[in-house]
């Protein structure tokens, strides 16, 4: 599903992302943990072109994507098969519930106006806020707001979930909610690769965690194997610092 080889990204003279080697076959959950700065979330918006890479060689479900952005046609079909869940909810504050999550497949997928309101209502349900969908984003606590956008980009029928630290702009008690979605789709199969500070959750749906340094891959396994048995001092150290709280 994806096949990234020998990646580099820069931001200016910052090399953020070293020649990263990864691949994630389909129904397979991959969970990027590391500490903030050392690249997770750009590993995986370079997956939807949101980041352009200098040098390397990045392949998503067949569609090639080459380095500085020069991949209109591969972007636009990944952008359409590739859903993604963000820190923010990036709701459209104007529109209902149902609005934002019918808007994309209407005008993407060139849905019906009764279809694409069928499948948001289905998924409405699914992740457990049927009775939410005429209310605007502002009406919504923040874990209902994130179980929107995780409906709305269900509702492209993504063959990939990316999601970027889904829970850390939610308050303690509403992070469970959410995570609850994520166990959902994990069971029912879907490819997702997940950058997270939730380390139980890491452990308990991830096939293979993987834990990034300074832009570069540490070290990665099973669950089991990574939290428990770490090789390396680095990964170490890191779970030592978050695991103790």
């Avoid at 919504?140 to 179980?147: A, H, K, P």
Wanted: net charge neutral; glycine share 8%.
């Amino acid at each position: 599903m994806v096949e990234m080889r020998k990646l580099n990204k820069h931001f200016g003279s910052l090399h953020v992302l070293k020649e990263i080697d990864l691949s994630v076959t389909p129904g397979e959950v991959v969970v990027v943990i590391g500490a903030s700065g050392s690249g997770k979330s750009t590993l995986i918006r370079c997956i939807n072109g949101l980041e352009e890479f200098q040098s390397g060689m990045l392949d998503v479900d067949g569609n090639r994507l080459v380095p500085l952005g020069k991949s209109t046609k591969a972007l636009q079909t990944i952008r359409t098969e590739v859903g993604m869940v963000f820190q923010q909810f990036n709701l459209f504050p104007h529109l209902s519930v149902l609005d934002n999550i019918t808007l994309a497949p209407m005008k993407v997928r060139g849905q019906s106006r009764q279809e694409a309101e069928a499948t948001a209502k289905r998924l409405l349900t699914r992740v457990g806020i049927a009775d939410q969908a005429q209310k605007l984003p502002t009406q919504l606590s923040g874990g209902q707001q994130q179980r929107v956008a995780l409906a709305r980009a269900l509702a492209m029928e993504p063959r990939l979930m990316l999601f970027d630290e889904p829970t850390s702009a939610l308050d303690p008690e509403m992070i469970g909610e959410v995570l609850d979605a994520m166990r959902e789709l994990a069971r029912e199969g879907m490819t997702m690769v997940i950058v997270t500070h939730e380390m139980g959750f890491a452990r308990e749906v991830a096939d293979r965690v993987i834990y990034i340094h300074k832009g570069e891959i540490t070290e990665q396994g099973p669950p089991e194997q990574l939290f428990d048995a770490p090789q390396h001092e680095r990964t170490k150290s890191f779970l030592a610092r978050v695991l103790k709280h």
